[in-house]
Structure formats: C-alpha cells, structure tokens
C-alpha cells in the first residue's frame, strides 16, 4: 500500500468523472440534433459557481453537502483500479454499500435544514427511488460475492484476470445485465432523474443550493458516475491493472448505458419503483440461485 | 465484592428509595442516581471474575448466583443504562405524580435484571424473571388509559411465557434432578435431540415473548410507545435483551454449541428456523415502522427489527455471526436508549411526538438533534458508528456461509431503516419551524448528559470496536467458538478485512479537504427560513412544509402488502377464547340440582373407567 495511491487515485478518478460528464452532454445533443456544449463545460462551470456568492441555512445546511462530497471520496478509495486500491484491508464490498450512503444522507440532511418542501418531496423521492434499486443491487452484489466467496473487491478482480470476466460466466450474466439497467437509477439520471426533476419540484434537493454548494454537487456527481460504473467494470468486467484499459473499460459502458436512455421519458415514483422490483431484480435473483445451485 | 452483596444492594436500595421518597422528594432523586451509580461501580468491579456461590437453600434446592464474562457483559449494559435512565428521569418525571413508585419500579426491575443475569440455577432465575414482568406490567401502564391495555397485553403475553419456561423448567428437573445451569449443561449433552428440541423450543417461547420475535411481538408497540420514555429507553435498550441472554444461556451455556450443531440436518435444524424467524422478524417490522407517525412508535417497530440482527447473528452460529449478534445488543442498547431520550426530551419540551406536527426543532434544540442525529446514524449502521461493525460482521458470516437469502434480507432492512431513520430525523428537527415551537428550549441539563453519554459510546465504539469485541470474543471462545483475530480497529481476516481506523481517517482527511475547498469559495449569506426559492410562486406564510405521509408513493406499494396477520391470528383466538368460555360459563346454571348431577356424572365416569378397565 503506498501512499500516492492515496492522492492519485481520487484525482484520477475526477477527471475521468468530469470528462465523462463533458462527454454525456454532448451525446445527448447530439441524439437531440443540437451541436451541444464544449466538453471542458462542467469545469467551466465549476469554476463559475466556485466564484458566486450565495446562501446558506444553518450548519447543517453546510456540513452536509460537505459529507456528501468527503464521503464519495472515500468510496473512490475501496475501488480497485489500475492497480490502486488504497483502503484494500478495510471492509471490502460490504463497505461500499454502505459508504454508497454517505452522499444521498449528506445531502439529504443538507437539504433538510434547508426547510424548503421541494427539497423534502425530492429527498422522499430520492429515498424512495434508492430503496427500488438496492433490491437488485444487493442482489447482484450478493451473487458476485457468494460466487468467489470473498467480501473483498481486489479479490473478485483478481479472480477475473486472464479474461475469465464475470460477465461471460453463465451464472453471473443475468446479474450483470440487471446492474446496467440500474445504473440510470443509481445515478439520478434519465430515466431515473424524479429525485431531481427541475420541471415538478425545483431540481428537488438541490432547490437551495447555489454558487458552491451546487459545484460541490456538481462534483460528487462527477466522482458518482465514475464509481458506480467502475464498480460494474471491477465486478463483471475484470477491472484492469492499466488506468486508460480502465478507462476505456468505463467508456464503453457508460456510452451505452447513454445511449438507451437518452430516449427515455421521466418515470413516476412508483413506476419506478416497480419496474426496479421487477425485472433487474428477477434477472439478479435468477443470478443467485444459479450461483447456489452450481 | 460478592454477588449477594450486589444483589442485596439493588433490591434493598429500591425499597430504601420508596421509603426515602415519603420523607422528601430531592432525598428520593438524589439516592436513586446515587444507588444506580454505586451498582454501576460494583459491576465494573466484577470484570474478570467467574465463579458460582450458593446463597441459600430452598425446600431443599440449593439456589446459587453465578458471575463469568457474559454475566458481566449484560450485567454492565443492565446497570449503565439504569443509571443513565435514572438521571434522565430527574428532570423528565418532575412534577408527575406517583413518584415514589414510579422510582421504586425502575430501580426494582434494575435489580431484578440483574438478578436474572448471575442467576446460577433456574429456579433463581424464575423468580427474577417474574419480578422483572410483573414490574414491567406495572410501570408500562404508569401513564393510565391506553397504557392499561398496553400492559396488559405484555403481562398476558409474559405469563404465557413463564408457563412454557416453567414447563421447561420442571421437565429439566425431572430429566437431572437439579435446578443448576452448569450440572444440567454438564450433563445435556446425552439426551435425546428430540427431547433437547422440546426444551430449546419451550424456551424460545419465553424467550422470544420477551425479545419480540416476531410472531410474539405483539405487545411491544404499544407498551413501548405508551410508557414513560426513561422507561422506555431501559425497555428497549435493556429488557427486550433479557430474552437474548436468555437465547444464549439455553443455546450455548445450557444445551452448548457442540450439541445444539447435531440439532435436525439442513434447513430443518434449530439454528437455520431461528435465524429465518429473524429475518423475518427484521423484514417486516421495518416497513411497518416507516408507515408510523408517532416517533416512540417508528422507534418500537424499530426495535423488534434490530433484535431481529441480534437473534440472526447468534443463531447463525458461527464465531463471526455470534460476535455480530452480541455485539449488536451492545449497540442497540445504546443507540435505542439514546433515540427514546431524544424523542422523550422533545416530547419534554414541545409536548407532542406527532412526526406530522413537530419540524425545525433544530433551532431551538441543537444538542438533542446532535444526539439524534448520531444514534440514527448507529441505527441506520453508518460507517464509524457501532451499528456499523456489529451488522458488517452479521452480513460477512451469512455472505461467506452460504446465506445470500438470509445476507439480502439484513441488507435490504437497513434500507427500510434509513428511510425511517431519516423520517424521524427530518419530521421533527429539519423543515420550518411552526409558530408554536417558537420559544421551545434547549433540554435540560439532566436530559442532555445521558443522551451525550450514549452519544460518545456510539461513536467510540464506532471507531475503536475492539473494545467491546474482545470481551465478546471471550465469551465466544468459552463456549467453543473459534477465536476472531480481534484488533483495536476491527477484524483482521483473509477473506475480508475490516479495517474502522483507515475509514475514520480517510473520511477525516476527505472532509477536512472538502471543508478547505468550501472555505477557500466566497462565503455565504446566512438567511431565515422562510427565505426560500418557491420556483416564482407565493410562499405561504403559515406552514411551508412536507411532512405528512413522508414517504407517500411507498406507502401505496407495499400497504396492500402489509396485512397483519399475526396480529388477525392472536384477535381471533382471543374472541375464540372468550367464546369457549362463555359456552363453557353455562354449566353454572345456579341450581343446586344440576351441580348434584354434575358430581354423581363424574362419580359414575370414574367407576366406570375403575370397573371397566381397571388402571388404578
């Protein structure tokens, strides 16, 4: 374990996150048939909210945008990637469930002080929409899990070196497919963007933020989409000990994952819900009971 | 220091208080925290010690106390929350009438748990038990109304239980021909596992009424929600777990792991039954508690679904899930305690636990959510809280046994747990402040010390869980477990490591980095709370609030789910009961006639059978 790993791999991990963000933005314009902004747009944005002025509600209001950020840094740290994964002996994949908590709790208790009921509807929703994926999550982290027999994350990438991925084993396919349809709901985006509908609820959590709580946001997304994915390139696509295979690694899958639901309209609550409950969750269930039958 | 004295102590210092408070009201207040803190100090003195001392003879049974680690586990989590809870009630009862009572109760039952703790035989044990139910009765129905209805349910429910553990009991007496724990358990080990079977079921019975397993947890809502919450923080926190020192004294002391792993093959073995109840009893409770709008009610519900992960951890049966198990009641005696206080202490000061009416308490009582905050973080099992370690350890064992169903059910409970957690936290504390609660105070001093005491506990056995884990894995060790590679900062292990130093100081770091960026941006502008962004509309300017029905959508997938049926099945048999009753009522018809008849019926029924087959 050295200690650069410490500051490599979070930085790493931000800049393949924004750029990722960059990107997805002008995906999106162009399935749109706009021309779509420069890819540098999210740091130029960063920077301008970094520089306005703006308000706060309390302490609370500000300690938690500031655990939400800390918070998916240190999950950063439990992803292996190009050979680094810092906190390796500390708690393993059933670590991450959890420290995946900190940044919708921080937020949510952020947004709580910020007593503004758009804010409560978007956390309820937020809340809500967490519970439906968790379902299969949990499902498929179990499986993976339960198939190498091990709760750590390095493990399960070293058991997929020389190609044996785990998305080409016949009893972790089905799991690995349901974790790419929620991959939208883990990351609030379309069609899974209710939390933070701007049309109904005033971008719900985020409707008091602005200037830098909005880029600490901005941030923590940035380094969300690069876990959640990372995490599905660690489990079923074999991680990589080189960073740019990494990275193509997340590319790949991320552009996919972008091009189907880009076309995709926003789901009610409860649709949502339901369709978590139902068929990422069966094609995870069915992945587990194969895992235990073989 | 010697068992009878403590013993001697505790009762004797209960009934010192009762007469105390006659003479003066600050006496009674004043020796009851006394009294608890003395037992506290006598506790901590017993660490290490074991042993068994006879203390009198009985019809001719030798009665006897008994002290080893895990004795003194529960007995220290008995006596720390009792104090506590004692110097929490100063300022909550003030003022409340029948206080001399309401004292004498709370340091009787503090005793009689104790008592139950180092009792050595069964009988002892017994008797302990009753007065700690009977006690329980009386102090949940403090309060009047439905609080009556609510002790009466636990005291039928607890009698019920005493029947099966007599029965148990005497059957073990007539197997051994002694009441002592440690000869029955020396000797167990031959019987039948049918037989064995029997006893471990009877007690589970008794043991699961008092723990709320579910389907026998019916009492536990209302008597939770309706006594006093210094009580109600002793209830939760401590009394329920009497059942699980109960479950591990008949698992493990009496019958031993050895013998009780031979019991039935597969998914029909004692274990695998018990831990299915569990999880069951963590599955449905939860959902059930994010439906409630009474705060003390969310934390009752919520109790019953914890002491699910402790039974799921100890009947799993292995070193890991035994460590999660017990070191969960460790955890959730402090974090429950900790969340009823808080609750209690607004309930103090605002008058109300109504999750629909409270919000923006924060600003007039910063410490309390401070502690609330943190003891649902320990229930949610938050990294750097204990919740956190005791439930990872749970989760490894069921992940690496092979238990990926029993694994997602635990899993997926601490998500129901979140979203109530957060119900709780954001109703009462986050949101506007309404015009009512406008000159609520801060709690007093008295209220804040114990809820900052469990607060520290929560958190330092987050971070350093060695502590506690080292006594515990003692205690397994006894009973032939295999030893855990304790750490002060966790589990060393090969498949999978936990590690709580290297998280604490990574968030610490990542935070202290954040809070940087943050301070280094242009500052901002602190505003009131009625200052919002409504999207261009009107801003109301009474209430301005989400809070009823919080998590409505949910609501209207699973409530069609959620048919309680236990509940249907113990209304059914009630009415039952009463009908056979009533029917049976009617062979008293008054005349003398038909009471003649009835006897010479009987006569005629014994001669027969006498004549007839002759088995006299």
Known sequence: ?294 | MNLEMLLAVAFGGAFLTYIAGKLSSWLRDTLSVLLTLVIVTMVALLYGKAGEYSYMSFLGFNLSLRTDTLSWLFAIAVSVLGSLSAIFSLSYMKGKERLDFYYFMMLLINASMLGIVFAGDLISFYVFWEIMSWGTFLLISYNRGPALAAGLKYIIMSIAGSAAYLLGMFSLYASYSTFNIADIAARISTASSGYLLSILILFSITFGIKNALVPLHIWLPDAHSEAPSPFSAVLSGILIKMGTYGFVLSMYVLVGLKTLSHLGHGILSFHFILAILSAITILIPTFIALMQDDAKRVLAWSSIAQVGYIILGIAIGTSLGFAGGMFHFLNHASFKALLFMAVGAVEYRTGTRDLNSLGGIIKRMPLTFAVALIGALGLIGFPLTNGFVSKWLIYKTLVLGKDPFLAFVALFGTWGTILYAYKILHNIFMGQLPEDYKDVREAPFSMQLPMVILSIIVILFGILPGIPLKIINSIGVSFGFKSLAVNIWGIASDTGALNTINIFSAVLVSWVIVWLIFKAAPSSLRVEQDNNYAAGSYIPKERYQYTANFYAPIYRIIKPCLVDVVEIFYMVAARAIRELCDWTRRIYTGELGSYVMYIMFFLVVLITIKLGFNIW
Not at chain 1, 171 to 200: N, T
Not at chain 1, 201 to 227: T, W
Not at chain 1, 241 to 269: H, Q
């Open chain 1, 1 to 294: 374990m050295k200690f650069a790993e410490f500051i490599v791999s979070p930085i790493l991990a931000f800049i393949i996150g924004v750029f990722l963000m960059g990107l997805s933005r002008r995906i999106m314009a162009r399935i749109h048939r706009r021309y779509g902004p420069p890819l540098m747009q999210p740091v130029i944005d960063m920077i301008k909210l970094f520089s306005q002025k703006t308000i706060s509600h309390g302490p609370i209001f500000d300690a938690g945008v500031i655990l939400s950020l800390a918070g998916t840094i240190v999950l950063v740290l439990f992803i292996p990637f190009g050979g680094m994964c810092p906190l390796r002996t500390s708690g393993g994949l059933l670590v991450i469930l959890y420290i995946m908590l900190f940044a919708p709790l921080g937020l949510a208790l952020s947004g709580g002080e910020g007593a503004n009921p758009n804010i409560s509807i978007g956390i309820s929703r937020k809340f809500i929409l967490s519970l439906g994926y968790e379902v299969p999550f949990i499902l498929i982290m179990l499986s993976v899990m339960t198939y190498y027999h091990t709760i750590s994350a390095v493990d399960v990438v070293k058991a997929q070196s020389a190609f044996h991925w785990a998305i080409f084993s016949v009893p972790l396919f089905l799991p690995g497919l349901a974790y790419i349809l929620i991959i939208p709901a883990m990351l609030g985006i379309r069609p899974f963007d209710l939390a933070s509908a701007p049309q109904e609820i005033s971008s719900g959590p985020m409707a008091e933020y602005g200037g830098k709580y909005l880029a600490l946001a901005e941030i923590e997304h940035a380094f969300a989409i690069f876990i959640t994915i990372g995490l599905f390139v660690d489990m079923f696509l074999g991680g990589s000990s080189n960073v740019f295979y990494f990275f193509l690694k997340v590319l790949v899958v991320f552009v996919i994952g972008l091009l189907i639901n880009a076309v995709f309209p926003r789901f009610r609550t409860e649709q949502a819900v339901k369709f978590l409950w139902k068929w990422p969750s069966v094609m995870a269930l069915a992945g587990l009971i194969i895992v235990l039958a073989i």
